[in-house]
């Protein structure tokens, strides 16, 4: 801050001296005493050759000027033509100025000289800016554009330790393990054992990659560089190879170190052969990032760490032992694991007696942690909405609720007609999901609007699941179906609604990766018909026409045989449809445990609940199947 201020007052001394220069008769008066003259004292001094020379101010017409014995003196004149003649015959030097004053003169000058200035100041600033991006500046000036935009970070300044990542023990305990490395290598080397260079984060977002990164920020006490791999590339073809150069040399100067890079894939995809457009400068990249990770000098002392959720995709020369020594796979967390995220989110939150965190991570297989952290951020909302205290369990099922269904439209005003439309189409997937096998039990059925669905059907699986059967993924079909199928036999194919065009969708996209990518289907075979990247060949030419068509045609006999078995369970249990039905017109939100009482042929009561009614059997289940969306 000083040294900008001495700069600033060099500058305004320079601008005022670069002024008075330009104004050398006025410089002759400063510092001089002056004498003040009446204007016949003036002119009678002009008459008798008293009067050396004059500096005359038209816009104030005032006069300075220096008499002969050297006394400066000052002077007004009225309107007087005829003075310049006096003057003249009489040999005084007559100087004419327009300004109001020295401050106006001054300005005048300023204004005449800023262009010129502004030059100077733009070339000085150009080449300091020079200066720094050759020094090694980060990004700065025009040769600074290849400098890394890494973000350095202390041990001190991150607040993340191992003891707020919960869910995921194993990759931890890999990460623990680099950080003891780092800290005491003289331990791991005493056998001939080397330090890893590399260590690659896979898992789908939101599970943990980059909380596992600011983790080792926080215990590894050695300097830790971040950096995003789309800031390696840029328009111009060698800038990213120059940024990771630049990378590693600071990294190299803070040895032991860590280092970053955060959705590595950004920069670090498969180099194409001759096959598709490449990318010059994005191989470049990956190149240097390859030569400084394990090329003729090594980084030693340097540890790679990188995050993805696409390691399909990454070079293979990236991957090979040597560079990334490590891939850790950060897996959805089990039961167990979610209960540990949820108490570790719950820290700052007051709850309620009522609220079981082993019964919530039960009732949320397939939840990330950050889906938990909204799931608990969601719930203190609710709860201070409400004016609440602290938060209980019933606001924890609303969050859920909220954050799988999406926001109750309560608002939204339906006909009785569609209504009615709607309770056969929800009752059509209950009922279908009840007598198909294997298939998710029924947690909820409403016909509340919520999102951009007039009515839904939510099933929550019993327990984490893995992989699934071809009978639970028929019967997923199957239900997805119950919708309209129910339209067809209670109203007639005439009147059929356009509620089911998402569940037309999901069946389609369920018997496709069926055939083709789970190799389900009998007369196709044991087959994947996706490239390397991940893609459906068919965009791509590398299936036959013929082999193409008969895709198509498993597709539609899979969906045809599961229509024809949907409509057969519901023209043969129409009256368990019906009495589904009339009940969720009377309640607009069933339970599972209603449902089957229903089916059962017991009475339940008539009365509608709380369309967020507090229930253990919510919480055991997991991520809802919601096959069931009746969109319009």
């Not at 290849?146 to 931890?172: H, Y």
């Not at 990213?240 to 590693?248: P, T």
């Not at 042929?601 to 069931?628: A, K, Q, R, V, Y």
Request: with cysteine; net charge neutral.
């Amino acid at each position: 801050m000083k040294k900008n201020t001495r700069n600033a007052l060099i500058w305004v001394g320079l601008v005022i001296f670069l002024c008075l220069l330009a104004n050398p008769f006025e410089n002759k008066f400063l510092g001089s005493e002056t004498k003040e003259l009446n204007y016949s004292s003036f002119m009678r001094a002009v008459s008798n050759g008293d009067v050396k020379e004059v500096l005359i101010r038209n816009s104030t017409s005032k006069i300075i000027g220096k008499l002969s014995n050297g006394i400066i003196f000052t002077s007004v004149t009225p309107i007087d033509l005829k003075m310049v003649d006096k003057l003249l015959d009489n040999n005084v030097e007559i100087v004419v100025d327009s300004g109001e004053s020295g401050f106006n003169s001054l300005l005048s000058q300023l204004l005449q000289w800023f262009p010129v200035l502004l030059l100077i100041g733009l070339l000085i600033y150009s080449s300091r800016q020079m200066q720094a991006g050759g020094k090694g500046g980060i990004g700065g000036g025009p040769l600074g554009i290849g400098k890394a935009k890494t973000k350095a970070f202390q041990s001190k300044k991150v607040n993340v330790t191992f003891a707020d990542v919960a869910g995921i023990d194993e990759a931890k305990q890999e990460l623990e393990e680099i950080v003891d490395f780092l800290k005491s290598p003289q331990k791991f080397q005493r056998l001939g054992g080397k330090i890893p260079r590399g260590v690659l984060l896979i898992g789908d977002p939101g599970n943990g990659k980059t909380l596992l990164a600011r983790a080792i920020a926080g215990e590894a006490g050695v300097p830790f560089f971040s950096i995003s791999g789309s800031e390696f590339v840029e328009v111009f073809v060698g800038v990213g190879a120059s940024r990771v150069r630049d990378m590693f040399e600071n990294a190299k100067k803070h040895s032991p170190c860590i280092v970053f890079i955060d959705e590595i894939d950004a920069v670090g995809r498969r180099r194409d052969a001759g096959f598709r457009v490449s990318n010059d400068e994005r191989e470049q990249t990956l190149n240097q990032l390859l030569v400084e990770m394990d090329g003729f000098e090594g980084s030693q002392g340097i540890i790679v760490l990188a995050a993805t959720n696409r390691p399909d995709v990454l070079d293979v020369a990236l991957l090979r032992p040597g560079r990334f020594d490590r891939r850790i796979t950060v897996q959805y967390p089990d039961m167990a694991g979610r209960e540990k995220i949820l108490a570790v989110h719950i820290k700052n939150v007051p709850l309620a007696p009522d609220v079981n965190l082993k019964t919530v991570a039960r009732g949320t297989p397939g939840f990330s942690g950050a889906e938990l952290a909204n799931l608990v951020n969601e719930a203190a909302l609710l709860a201070a909405k409400s004016n609440k205290l602290s938060v209980t369990m019933r606001d924890f099922e609303m969050a859920k609720d909220k954050l799988i269904m999406g926001a109750a439209r309560l608002s939204m005003s339906m006909t009785d007609d569609e209504k009615k439309f709607t309770a056969y189409h929800e009752a059509g997937h209950a009922l279908i999901a009840l007598f198909v096998p294997q298939c998710d039990p029924i947690h909820k059925v409403t016909i509340i609007p919520r999102g951009g669905a007039l009515g839904m059907v939510v099933r929550l699986p019993e327990k984490d699941k893995v992989s699934i059967s071809k009978t639970e993924v028929l019967s997923n079909i199957k239900v997805a179906m119950g919708g309209r199928v129910a339209e067809e036999v209670i109203f007639g194919e005439e009147n059929i609604t356009t509620g089911a065009s998402q569940d037309i969708k999901q069946a389609t996209e369920i018997a496709k990766k069926m055939i083709i990518r789970w190799g389900m289907s009998e007369s196709l075979g044991f087959r994947s018909f996706y490239d390397s990247d991940g893609y459906y060949m068919e965009a791509s030419d590398q299936i036959s026409q013929k082999t193409s068509e008969n895709i198509d045609s498993e597709i539609k006999c899979l969906l045809d045989a599961a229509y024809k078995e949907v409509k057969d369970i519901m023209i043969t249990n129409r009256d368990k449809l019906e009495a589904i039905a009339t009940k969720l017109i009377k309640k607009e939100t069933l339970t599972g445990a209603e449902v089957k009482k229903i089916i059962a042929g017991e009475d339940i009561d008539d009365e509608p609940e709380e369309e967020d009614d507090t229930s253990d059997s919510f919480f055991l289940g997991g991520l809802p199947n919601m096959s069931g969306k009746n969109n319009a």
